[in-house]
């Protein structure tokens, strides 16, 4: 195929095309929804209503799109370096186990040490779980998206195991720990507006959300402003140009690898030290495959990663209220809409981008 | 003894139901990635496959209906697959995780839109499913002494998807080192340039690859809805499409391998459900979920090289661009 020579404006390729692409999804779901016989512009209209047209709404998106930004980054960092992680899903849960080990045997210490450190405890048993194929992909050359998947199942396995065998609480049939003490919470956010004499409605959204957009921050600075981040780049763009460089791209593909698993293992942080103070089965619901659409629609970049994991934010909770509104039209649209973003936004980016992009070259060709 | 015999051929006989649709989704998988063409979207196109057959055979009471409907959709989305890996060169890998997620979504939403039953479809009766064929002399067979159990347990009394399955072992063994165009596909898979340089069209060769995986998926799908259950149920493949992946990567892309491999993980499937809480002669107690990690682990050590080394089709992965 010929691609355009030259490089295409910003605005076109990380603005016009992603967003097109978008749009190709969601008219794609759009006649998903005459199939199932309700109307698409009404459900458009639910959907974003319900999730921003009020404080709580808004405090639900929130609270999703902390999730999708942990699990995004996770698998963008590995984009840069030319992987692919598919373990987010596994690695997160990991992170819940993180959290539930040092919370539960730690709760002697004040809260101040015990919050933070199981923060620490999520990204480290993620990056734990995630090392793993890092190593095997680095120094044995077993592909990492293959070894990701099996570590996927292989963390269910582990987390039911533990939930049925050594952590369950003792009282009740649930899968299921016993709860965190009080202490061992992330505040929400409306608990923190209190202290600053605000009143905002009480959703699930905690201070999470700034974790993970300092998260992101962190990731903007690492990949383009830092020595390590421009080595990423390069095995990324070229691993034997790499070698020459002086860089090993065994090292930044286990390196990749463990910053991926703490970022993934850090979605725990939300979900279980921010909202469900206990370690429960399956808590990750999907979010790992999220990360995927989300990583592939932000092409890479933290501030496009934040910005689509505020859209499907906004799919989770619009959609819940979707399903209350239309019952036809259940959750599992928005699993729908993400299977069509990560089509258009990832497998068939060349489509739009290549045929639109010699539009360009040749309106500014007639143009000089 | 005798008791241990009849346990053994009873685990063997759910063994051989269980790999089935192992089977047909390695099988698929094999002609995919041996084009050159990384399938991790088996799982889905068998997905869908499952809710196709379930669809049909609840409104036309014809398992072969069935099967022809499942085949067709799955087919269409390895098409998709197709398009988007071969046409747009885009990348395999998110392509599959996309047909994926689309094939879990669709099955759930639609099902429940059409049939209202929380995306099940509705409970088929026996003609609207693959029933079991009892082989001639069956009953009067048990009587010969371990060949004749085995016989009537494990060899009769299954569906003709299931006869059809392992028959396709020797058809793909067959196809892929007797025949030009089994010969074409394997060098598709290692030295796309070759090929090309011999006048012979890639993409024609990976895009019948892909829809003979379409083709495959779709069966395995119609097993499980027509004929291991009784209709479609949400998110039936658990996963299967994965361990069929494993599989695949065990058998280092060869069928007869392949169909060893699968017999295993369904053996070792089988024997998770059975040894829940049953204590062992040495190691007492194993979790179910330790036996059904077995594959997942197997895979992991294989590929890391421990135990003989899986070498994937060289240009697995890469699209083929013709140079310039």
Known sequence: MKRPAGDLPLWYSAGLVPFLNVVLAFLVAGLVVLAIGANPLQAVRILFTGALGSWYGMGYTLYYTTTFIFTGLAVAIAFHAGHFNIGGEGQALLGGVGVAVIVLNLQFLPPILLVPLAVLGAAAAGAAWAFIPGWLQAYRGSHVVITTIMFNFLAFALLGYLLLEVMKRPDSMALETRPFIDGAKLPRLDELAVLFGLSITRTPVNLSLVLALLCAAGMWLLIWRTRLGYEIRTVGANPTAAVYAGVSPAQITVIVMLIGGALAGMMATNEILGVQHRLISDFTAGAGFVGIAVALMGRGHPVGIVLAALLFGVLYQGGAELAFEIPAITRDMIVVIQGLVILFAGALENMLRDRLGRVIFRMRASEA | ?324
């Not at chain 2, 002609?31 to 088996?42: A, H, N, P, T």
């Open chain 2, 1 to 324: 003894m005798e008791q241990w015999f009849g346990l053994a051929l009873v685990a063997l006989d759910s063994a051989v139901r269980l790999s089935v649709p192992l089977l047909f989704a390695c099988l698929a998988g094999l002609f995919s990635e041996r084009s050159g063409v990384v399938d991790i979207g088996l799982e889905g196109k068998m997905l869908i496959g499952a809710f196709a057959a379930g669809v049909v055979a609840a409104l036309v009471p014809n398992p072969w209906l069935g099967l022809l409907a499942a085949i067709l959709v799955s087919t269409l989305f390895a098409l998709i697959h197709g398009f988007a890996s071969i046409t747009q060169r885009g990348n395999q890998i998110v392509s599959g995780v996309a047909i994926n997620v689309l094939a879990a979504g669709l099955t759930a939403i639609l099902g429940n839109a059409w049939f209202g039953q929380g995306g099940r479809t509705p409970q088929l009766p026996g003609e609207a499913r693959f029933n079991e064929i009892a082989w001639p002399l069956a009953e009067e067979a048990r009587a010969l002494p371990i060949i004749g159990p085995f016989y009537a347990e494990v060899v009769s009394g299954h569906s003709a998807l299931v006869y059809l399955c392992f028959a396709a072992v020797p058809l793909t063994w067959f196809a892929l080192y007797r025949t030009r165009f089994g010969l074409r596909l394997r060098a598709v898979g290692e030295n796309p340039h070759a090929v090309d340089t011999a006048g012979i069209s890639v993409t024609r060769l990976r895009y019948s690859a892909v829809l003979l995986c379409g083709v495959l998926c779709g069966m395995g799908g119609a097993y499980l809805a027509l004929a291991q259950s009784a209709g479609f149920v949400n998110d039936m493949t658990a996963g299967k499409g994965f361990i069929a992946l494993a599989a695949l990567i065990f058998a280092k892309w060869r069928p007869v391998p392949a169909l060893g491999a699968c017999l295993l993980f369904g053996f070792l499937d089988a024997v998770a459900i059975r040894l829940q809480g049953v204590p062992l002669p040495l190691v007492g107690q194993v979790p179910v979920q330790a036996i059904q990690s077995v594959p997942y682990v197997l895979t992991v050590v294989l590929l890391a090289g421990f135990i003989g080394k899986a070498v994937p089709p060289k240009a697995i992965g890469v699209p083929y661009t013709k140079d310039r």
